[in-house]
T-cell receptor
Framework: QKEVEQNSGPLSVPEGAIASLNCTYS??????FFWYRQYSGKSPELIMS????GDKEDGRFTAQLNKASQYVSLLIRDSQPSDSATYLC????????????FGSGTRLSIRP | KAGVTQTPRYLIKTRGQQVTLSCSPI?????VSWYQQTPGQGLQFLFE???????NKGNFPGRFSGRQFSNSRSEMNVSTLELGDSALYLC???????????FGQGTRLTVV
C-alpha cells in the first residue's frame, strides 16, 4: 500500500464549477498535510497546509481533513483555466517530523 | 524575500560520471530537503539536512549523498551516474517549526 494515494486523473471540470481532489494516507499518526500545485515543467508550489480535523479555507481553495478516515481533500471553487495543473497531496508522517511524503498527483484540467 | 535558488538549472552528464548540485535556501530557513522527481516514480524524498546534520534519509543508494554548510546552503552529490538517475532534482527549504516545504526551480539532470 502506498503511503499517500491519489487518483492520477485526469480530472476534467468545466470552468466555473467546483473541482474536488482527494487523497488518503496510511500513517495514522501523521500530523501535517499539504496540497501543492505543479504546472508542467515547473516546481511544486505550496497552496494549502492543514493540521487539524475540519475545513480550512483560503480564497477559492478549501482543504478538508478527516484523521479518523485518514482522508484529505482539496476543493477549488469557481475553477479557472489557470487552475489546470497537477495537484500533489503531501503528508508529514509521525515517524519523521521533517520528512514529507508525496502522492503521485492528480492531473486537473479545466475546460472552458 | 528571495526564494530557494538551485544551480545549475540543466545538466547533461555521461554514465559513470559524478555530479554536484547546489541549493541556497530562503533566508532564515535552516532545514533543506532534496527530492527526485521522475514520471514513473513521482516525487521521492532523498534526504533532509538541518544545522549541517542529516536528519532523515530516503530509500536511495549510497551513491546519493549531500551536505549542508554553516550558512544553510546545501549540496547534493551523485556518484557513478546511471541512466536511471535522469530526473528533476528539487531542493526545498522549510521555516523553523514547520514541515512546510518551499521548492526551488529544480535542476534537470540528463544522463546519457
Amino acid at each position: 500500500q502506498k503511503e499517500v494515494e491519489q487518483n492520477s486523473g485526469p480530472l476534467s471540470v468545466p470552468e466555473g464549477a467546483i473541482a474536488s481532489l482527494n487523497c488518503t494516507y496510511s500513517d495514522r499518526g501523521s500530523q501535517s498535510f499539504f496540497w501543492y500545485r505543479q504546472y508542467s515543467g515547473k516546481s511544486p508550489e505550496l497552496i494549502m497546509s492543514i493540521y487539524s480535523n475540519g475545513d480550512k479555507e483560503d480564497g477559492r481553495f478549501t482543504a478538508q481533513l478527516n484523521k479518523a478516515s485518514q482522508y484529505v481533500s482539496l476543493l477549488i471553487r469557481d475553477s479557472q483555466p489557470s487552475d489546470s495543473a497537477t495537484y500533489l497531496c503531501a503528508v508529514n508522517p509521525w515517524s519523521s517530523a521533517s520528512k514529507i511524503i508525496f502522492g503521485s498527483g492528480t492531473r486537473l484540467s479545466i475546460r472552458p | 524575500k528571495a526564494g530557494v535558488t538551485q544551480t545549475p538549472r540543466y545538466l547533461i552528464k555521461t554514465r559513470g560520471q559524478q555530479v554536484t548540485l547546489s541549493c541556497s535556501p530562503i533566508s532564515g530557513h535552516r532545514s533543506v530537503s532534496w527530492y527526485q522527481q521522475t514520471p514513473g516514480q513521482g516525487l521521492q524524498f532523498l534526504f533532509e539536512y538541518f544545522s549541517e546534520t542529516q536528519r532523515n534519509k530516503g530509500n536511495f543508494p549510497g551513491r546519493f549523498s549531500g551536505r549542508q554548510f554553516s550558512n544553510s546552503r546545501s549540496e547534493m552529490n551523485v556518484s557513478t551516474l546511471e541512466l536511471g538517475d535522469s530526473a528533476l532534482y528539487l531542493c526545498a527549504s522549510s521555516p523553523p517549526g514547520t514541515a512546510e516545504a518551499f521548492f526551488g526551480q529544480g535542476t534537470r539532470l540528463t544522463v546519457v
